[in-house]
């Protein structure tokens, strides 16, 4: 495994670990909780390995920081947190090592934030924004109004950003953890937003536009006649989220960090849990 260490202190591998959260990095530090005197993996050694292969701080070098960032590779595939214990010396159970002793080391995972784009900060943004916030999403609201697009507003919002739509969009960058929901006022500006994120055919693992059913497919059928290239515009959530008899702008929200929720944890059938007992029956 290629990997490039940058020697690091410990105290510095905790600020960046605080750093990397704030900036949405996603990394895996791994952290000796139990080391023996005289052993290379010292309790509070600490590394931070990256999904690249590159990585900060250490574990006490050799076989035990080969084998340690191995396995970070496999939790930063697995998403999930581990516990492993390495006896350092040279028996059947042993790494190959010839100090002795024990080092348990934990894996903590730590992925990277998911951004919410959201254009346009009428009524439906409001309550969006506090509910996209409980399930960890990171909410950037965007509108053309100086008016609307005011911080004090929508204070649960992490940016509130006024922008021309167009000129926004030619440089416009999402990530495939992303999602971006398009509601203008008035639906003004549904369109263009749609024709340019196909246009670019942007990565974003959630896309999803409000509007009734016949302007939706208007909108659809338009984009398709552009013969684009990819396959974005079939990706569209549109009508926005899920059928729940919605009728307020908080029902709304729900329904659609819902149906995001569903994409997310990767559900194919979104069912009621109800019906998906019946039929385990």
Sequence with gaps: MESKMIETPVYDIIRKAAENQRQGIEFVMATVVVGAEKTPGRSGFKVIAYPD?????????GKLERMTLEKCVEVHKSRENAFEEYILNETSQGIGMVCGGVAKVFFEYFPA???AYIFGAGHLCRSM?????SIGFYCVVLDNREEYADKERIPAAKEVKTVDYKKYMETFQTTKDDAVLIFTHGHLYDYDILEQLCKRNVEAKYIGM???????????DKVKELNLEGNLIDQIYAPIGLNIGKTTTQEI????????????NGVDKIMSMRDKVKLKK
Aim: proline share 2%.
């Design 53 to 61: 292969g590159k990585f900060e701080g250490t574990v006490g070098g």
């Design 113 to 115: 934030i998911r951004h």
């Design 129 to 133: 924004v506090p509910v996209l916030n």
């Design 210 to 220: 409000i509007g009734s059913k016949i302007k939706v497919k208007e909108a659809v």
């Design 253 to 264: 929200a729900i329904s659609i960090a819902a149906e995001i929720l569903a994409l997310y």
